[in-house]
């Protein structure tokens, strides 16, 4: 039984040396030091030991097995460190390299247009203003010679938040807000998003 010992700690050294994976070694592990295992087959046959013998070669398969525990830790804790290491190398990022780009959308024709007229009317002393959206019957209308049950009102479809308040259906009424506030000469242009029914042409393009 002995020799039985012997044989499993020397192959088992031996396979220690090769074995590189976790894998591996945890196949090794359960052959030797599982339920099934080949010292487990050994401390069953102890039964057949005369019984002044038992104590002793209890203690020798116990020692076995703590040194090819401490053994198999000790590969065990080897073999992690370089699959780590690997990992580590693997997943290595270079920061000099360039990143991934997102995709980028591209401006709506509208907007290409838009602002090649800023620029332009910019570029020749305008100032580009804006104005609210939700803008009073006064200045949409009433200051744009508009009154009221004047047919034009009827053509653009308004909508009206209540009496006095709507979305505007021009960008007039910014024009009307500077004229009231500023002093000649006033060089002004409003671009901006408005409300009103208009058939679509050459100059007209509901978006």
């Not at 090794?28 to 087959?41: C, D, F, I, N, S």
């Amino acid at each position: 039984m002995q020799d039985q010992l012997k044989s499993i700690r020397e192959h088992v050294t031996e396979e220690l040396k090769t074995i590189q994976d976790s894998g591996a070694l945890e196949q090794l592990r359960v052959r030797v030091l599982g339920k099934k295992g080949e010292l487990t087959a050994i401390l069953r046959g102890m039964g057949k030991l005369p019984a002044e013998e038992r104590p002793k070669m209890g203690q020798i398969v116990n020692e076995t097995r703590e040194k090819l525990e401490q053994a198999i830790d000790e590969a065990a804790s080897a073999i992690r460190a370089r699959e780590k290491e690997y990992r580590l190398k693997k997943e290595t990022i270079d920061v000099t390299l360039p990143g991934a780009t997102r995709a980028a959308g591209s401006l709506h024709p509208m907007n290409i247009v838009l602002n090649d007229l800023l620029d332009i009317f910019t570029g020749m002393g305008f100032e580009a203003v804006e104005g609210p959206e939700i803008e009073y019957d006064h200045y949409n209308f009433e200051l744009l010679n508009l009154p009221k049950n004047h047919p034009a009102r009827d053509a653009q479809d308004t909508f009206y938040v209540d009496d006095n308040v709507v979305l505007r259906t021009h960008t007039s009424p910014v024009q009307a807000r500077i004229m009231t506030t500023r002093k000649p000469p006033i060089r002004i242009v409003s671009p901006g998003r408005v409300y009103r029914a208009d058939e679509v042409d050459a100059t007209h393009s509901p978006v």
